[in-house]
């Protein structure tokens, strides 16, 4: 159905957002806090996890039907991933380091609730990342394969080592390598861990678990790129959250390396690399065509 | 030799200091940051997991080996619980959470780092308590069990929900079933959690895995009554952090619900327990035994 749609000319923003919303019901019945929970950690966690687009879920989704599993088979992972993201915006919105107000259109975390519950909020979620597969996926072989990606796209060799370098950055001089570098940690690596999660999730060969992080890798460049550039070019309303940040913070990018031409020609390379690692699965594949096209012509 | 080293008369907090002396190089060589880690975070996660007793890793290497495991698979359960602990004091010591500028007798992470690498060294330990054991254990049943085990000790429901609850109570009147919810979660539950990943990676029985639950449940409960009562009692030379801080931060205590000597009789009745649970294991526990008698004399 979601194929057919999109043959009908129905754009791939309209497949994600349906599917997303549709997939909430999944988040929803994976993040059922037991009564030992103090509400308002549960109440933070469940606001921090709410509204995102649900792109990385829907790559881990879609890369394990395209390896031959279902969306069952790769709902805890991808509900673990989107996990995994919304601990890593809390925490980079707090006040020691991005000091963000403004998150998918409302307060922060750390505005909603405070400081100290966000940080608390954030670990919560990092660990129900992992509690979920662990105790979601029926397969031990998966779930060991899950929990090791996650955790290395995740950790200090992964994203959490990007978001350091990051904020370790600011207030140099632009250098495209050292962007580069960042890009690659802090964004990308979180979407080549979507791709090899849908993988594992369907037991994939080899070549399609390469395939996938390829097309991860790729995707989340330009991904990141775009972002830069909206930063630049968009308005806070279409965002959701400030503009015209990074530079006022120093922060490494894009644009203020190369420029904005040069960034839109960098960020159309990525997509054309990411739709070219896609080629292994055949025309099934169009709707992970469509998104990295969008990717680069997205407004917010 | 250490069992013949306890009954020769040398104390458990030797055979303790000499075990973690031993013990540092099995951390050590499950903490090797690949060329891909900044340098400022792979020094702030291994300044942060130094210096501790190493009273959890020791309960889970020697439930593991009780249960008919060895030291060896222990050793990444072991690590991991320490990685969880250590993220556990650097993100309650920030600015936003406890305010503590001294730990194990050394500058806090965030007054060594700075408080954005303090945030981000917690989160990398909390990713690598489960890399290490997702990578480190090879049978994939034991990694599922063992890596549930954690998260939720962890999580929500565990040891961030305990400091949720903590945080939250503040300069509220002491209340003893207050206190006990916020022992039970954010300390003992952890150590319920050593217990049982000592079970898992010796492949234990029902009866033994519950044994070692308790074991370390009332363990727990009696090692934080203690601690409660070296704040108002220790000095800061002697605990390698500054005292007398609950009072002063309103905290719930034992010793501020009960008083001081209730809270000692609380504290050795939980020892009871403690050393009652480990009847299933014979004479072969005398060190499990004695560490539990050990954490109401401890001076720090």
Chains 1, 2 share one sequence.
Request: with cysteine.
């Amino acid at each position: 159905m979601r194929r057919a749609a999109t043959a009908n000319g129905i754009g791939i923003m309209d497949v994600l957002a349906s599917w997303a919303r549709d997939f909430e019901s999944v988040i929803d019945s994976m993040l059922v806090p037991d009564p030992a929970v103090p509400p308002v950690l549960s109440e933070a966690v469940r606001y921090s996890v709410q509204g995102g687009k649900r792109v990385r879920a829907f790559i881990v989704t879609r890369i394990c039907e395209l390896c031959g599993g279902t969306a069952e088979m790769a709902a805890p992972a991808a509900v673990a991933l989107e996990c995994v993201h919304a601990f890593s915006l809390v925490h980079d919105d707090l006040p020691a380091m991005d000091d963000d107000d403004l998150r998918r259109g409302r307060p922060t975390c750390h505005k909603a609730f405070g400081e100290a519950e966000a940080i608390l909020a954030g670990d919560a979620l990092l660990a129900l990342a992992f509690e979920i597969p662990a105790t979601g996926i029926v397969e031990p072989a998966v779930v060991k394969a899950v929990v090791a990606e996650l955790a290395k796209g995740t950790g200090w060799a992964g994203m959490i080592g990007g978001q350091t370098t990051d904020i370790q950055s600011e207030a140099q001089p632009p250098e495209l390598g050292l962007v580069q570098r960042i890009h690659r940690y802090k964004t990308a690596r979180l979407f080549v861990t979507a791709g090899r999660l849908g993988a594992y999730c369907a037991r994939a060969e080899e070549a399609q678990l390469a395939a996938a992080s390829a097309y991860g890798q790729h995707l989340g460049l330009a991904f990141q790129i775009a972002d830069d550039l909206l930063d630049v070019t968009g308005s806070a309303e279409q965002m959701g959250k400030a503009v015209a940040k990074d530079a006022e913070a120093g922060k490494q990018t894009y644009p203020g390396a190369v420029g904005i031409e040069a960034s839109r020609a960098a960020a159309r390379d990525e997509v054309r690399k990411a739709i070219q690692a896609l080629e292994i699965f055949g025309p099934a594949a169009e709707d992970l065509r469509q998104l990295a096209n969008y990717i680069v012509e997205r407004r917010h």
